[in-house]
């Protein structure tokens, strides 16, 4: 028993209760011993690397100062089937081999395969994915197989000693407690104390001022775009101004962004704008209105368009994504990410999903070279609803 | 003998410059050709369209003005004749299979009413194209319905936007130039040639993408690929959970 853990008891000894865990002490500590001794020509057995101690010089089990003692443990010494467990055990290796194999060759991949292309980092994370999979899900199976197959299955109970410490020990926590901070004169020197208290006080305030960092606030930026009076509408991608003359087949729609902004991507992500052109008597025109003024929902304002020329805010009035899936037979405007489906005739109004606001229409005309212009900005602010959104 | 030879290079010279002219310009059609056409349009359209292309109220539209190219995208990628009346037409093998008979029903619509023409081979090539400007023009007006890599996608009312990945070059052209369906047109002046040849360049390069593992699941990326080993994974572990922690019976109790 020589070679088990049997750190010092305190008090153990003159109380005759044990107050140490009994599963870390051996039985001749309490001058008991185990129902199968070792003989002593055994005392130092031959152990095997990566097991633990012999099963005698642990027990698991409680022990009420020898009052009671349950039964000594009987574990099935053989499997009930020992050809078939003769089988798992090779099934359990082979899983095990082949975990290892596959290890093996998870490290010949890491080494092999380059990275230094998409397409070898393609190939690099598959080989690496599948041989680092393989490893894990063999030694999974290998040990759930093991443990289902070859190790007896019997239910045991084990009895536990209760969570709190003795009253001794608590009694004990207590004196030494109190007589360090006794020893440390903590209250009879306030000088001391309260310099201590006033020295950690800007610590606990300094991770209020890390919130400053979370600014600056985006004051009335969320409010307009990049858009203003004159700015030709550029067709995204390619960068050239557009006429209405080149706009011309029914149906159509290009993606349009500020002239002098397109390669902007904070401006780009609020000011992105449709354009479409339907035919002549398929919108549903309301009353003019001055750019950045009041419009009436559910139509188009008349002098925004251009020959049927409309623009709305590509950014989705939902969560910012681009709503630009146009179904030229319906008109929808549907937005990929939550379905939100606009309707493009009667000034892209809501006609499902979560967004509850119409994409801002841009007000646009034509300059003297008949290039289409934005007139002014967009008459509310674009995209998802904000805290400040008035 | 000079003269037979010269006369054999004649002829084998008109006949291949002949063969030429058909091929670089479907378009331009003689007389023939569009016989030939008009009966194909009786046989195999003029039910739903009527017998002179006229369209019928709720039934099928007007093909007076659509032209040759929206001719050839919708019977070369098998959408026409339409299987059944239902949202979108899908793509289907082609009921008309010789290119000769489709060029020749797109003569007679061309000759109706004019239209865009049938792209020539050159107008669709990606020789030279700028796959750079092709990728932002085709993320800006087209990924939102077709995906980024042309993987294709829903849209409402069982509508969808079609894969592009079995599309030919001149199909794809076509399809810009004509808006089919739900699809909104984008004509030369809008997306110039030069633009189309770029998107379709970018189109059909990024097919040849290596896909190591099989599965592009259209190249969404993290929010496919997490959904897929999400619901996957989720099924495997409770598979194995409830391997793991079967009772094994034994014989003897």
């Not at chain 1, 000088?191 to 919130?211: G, K, Q, Y």
């Not at chain 2, 009966?39 to 359209?45: I, K, Y």
């Amino acid at each position: 028993m020589s070679d088990t853990n049997s750190p010092g008891m305190p008090g153990a000894g003159d109380s005759g209760e044990p107050s140490w865990p009994e599963y870390l002490t051996t039985g001749e500590a309490h001058g008991t011993t185990p129902a199968d001794p070792e003989p002593e020509g055994r005392r130092a057995p031959h152990r095997v690397i990566g097991t633990p101690p012999p099963a005698q010089a642990r027990t698991l089990l409680a022990e009420d100062a020898g009052e009671r003692r349950p039964a000594p443990r009987e574990l099935p010494a053989e499997p009930d089937d020992p050809d078939r467990a003769k089988r798992m055990e090779k099934v359990v290796a082979a899983c095990f081999i082949i975990a290892a194999l596959a290890g093996l060759a998870f490290l010949v991949f890491y080494g092999t395969i380059g990275v230094g292309s998409i397409t070898g980092a393609l190939h690099s994370n598959l080989a690496l994915g599948t041989s680092l999979a393989l490893v894990f899900l063999l030694l999974g199976i290998g040990a759930t197989l093991w443990v289902r197959h070859l190790m007896p299955t019997v239910e045991l109970s084990e009895q536990r000693h209760p969570m709190a410490s003795t009253a001794q020990e608590r009694e004990a926590f207590k004196e030494t407690f109190e007589e360090g901070a006794d020893a440390s004169q903590f209250v009879k020197r306030p000088i001391i104390r309260r310099s201590l208290i006033a020295a950690t006080v800007p610590l606990a305030v300094a991770p209020i001022f890390l919130l400053r960092d979370l600014g600056p606030l985006p004051g009335t930026s969320l409010d307009y775009t990049v858009w203003r009076k004159g700015l030709r509408l550029m067709v995204y991608g390619s960068g050239r101004p557009i006429t209405s003359a080149e706009f011309n087949s029914p149906g159509g729609i290009i993606s349009v962004g500020p002239e002098g902004f397109l390669d902007d991507d904070d401006a780009m992500a609020k000011a992105a704008v449709t354009l479409i052109k339907f035919r002549p008597g398929e919108l549903v025109f309301g009353p003019n209105a001055r750019p950045g003024g009041a419009t009436v929902p559910n139509t188009v304002v008349p002098n925004w368009t251009v020959d049927n020329i409309v623009g709305y805010s590509k950014i989705c009035t939902h969560l910012g994504c681009p709503a630009a899936l146009y179904d030229q037979t319906s008109h929808h405007i549907l937005c990929p990410c939550h379905q939100s489906t606009f309707d493009a005739t009667q000034g892209a109004r809501v006609i499902f999903g979560p967004a509850t606001r119409p994409l801002p229409q841009l007000p646009i005309g034509v300059d003297a070279q008949g290039y289409l212009i934005a007139l002014g900005d967009f008459n509310q602010p674009v995209g998802p609803s904000y805290w400040e959104r008035s | 003998m000079v003269a037979f030879v010269l006369v054999l290079i004649g002829v084998g010279y008109a006949v291949v410059t002949s063969g030429n002219a058909s091929a670089s310009s479907p378009a331009a059609a003689n007389a023939a050709q569009i016989a030939e056409g008009r009966n194909l349009f009786l046989s195999n359209c003029a039910t739903c369209h009527g017998d002179f292309a006229e369209g019928q109220p709720n039934i099928a539209p007007s093909l007076i003005g659509v032209g040759a190219a929206a001719v050839d995208f919708q019977v070369s990628t098998g959408r026409m004749p339409a299987a059944e009346s239902s949202a979108e037409n899908d793509r289907k093998p082609p009921h008309i299979k010789n290119p000769a008979q489709i060029r020749a029903l797109a003569a007679y619509i061309q000759s109706l009413g004019g239209g865009p023409p049938i792209p020539s081979a050159a107008q669709v090539s990606s020789a030279g194209a700028n796959l750079g400007l092709g990728q932002q023009l085709f993320v800006a007006n087209c990924a939102a319905c077709h995906n980024f890599v042309g993987a294709g996608g829903a849209l409402t009312n069982g509508k969808f936007g079609p894969s592009l990945v079995p599309s030919t070059p001149t199909q794809i052209y076509e399809a810009m130039l004509t808006g089919p369906e739900a699809m909104p047109v984008f004509n030369d002046l809008t997306v110039t040639p030069q633009e189309k040849r770029d998107i379709i360049a970018y189109v059909t390069q990024v097919r040849a993408q290596p896909n190591p593992g099989g599965f592009s699941l259209g190249r969404v990326g993290p929010v496919t690929e997490g959904l897929v080993a999400f619901l996957g994974l989720l099924l495997f572990m409770v598979l194995a959970a409830l391997w793991i922690t079967a009772k094994h019976r034994k014989t003897h109790e």
